[in-house]
């Protein structure tokens, strides 16, 4: 099946998005409520431009749905900022089941290297 033509516009409307989200983050250490509502908009959004049936929507809900869980109990033990766990839940949406763990992966690891390039930039002369 061919994506429709609208549909690289959503997929831009996310990227912009996500990466306000990661600037308004980095300036405030905190993500706003409008962009898990966007980034869960722009989900049905895609979903309706793909046709994803009910069950296609409710593997993508259920993943939303168990990424939330995951990030409430990172937020509970302190962890995670709220923003952080609402954003995994909402991201969670647009990748369902199949694709789960190897988004996982891949973020962790850019997470990881993001991380560890912070921490080196912080041992530099005046960081």
Do not use: C, N, Y
């Not at 937020?75 to 952080?84: E, L, R, V």
């Not at 369902?96 to 993001?114: E, H, I, K, N, V």
């Amino acid at each position: 099946m061919t994506a429709p033509a609208a549909l690289p516009l959503v997929q831009g409307a996310l990227a912009a998005t996500l990466a306000a989200a990661m600037l308004w983050d980095l300036l405030w250490l905190e993500i706003p409520d409008w962009v898990h509502v966007a980034v869960v908009l722009l989900f049905a959004a895609a979903a309706f431009l793909l046709g994803l049936g009910p069950w296609g929507i409710a593997a993508h809900v259920g993943s939303g749905a168990a990424l939330f869980l995951a990030g409430a109990g990172l937020f509970a033990g302190g962890f995670w900022g709220g923003g952080d766990a609402k954003l995994l839940a909402a991201l969670g949406l647009w990748f369902g089941f199949p694709d789960l763990l190897g988004w996982l992966l891949g973020a962790s690891a850019a997470g990881g290297l993001l991380a560890l390039a912070a921490l080196l930039l912080r041992r530099l002369p005046g960081g």
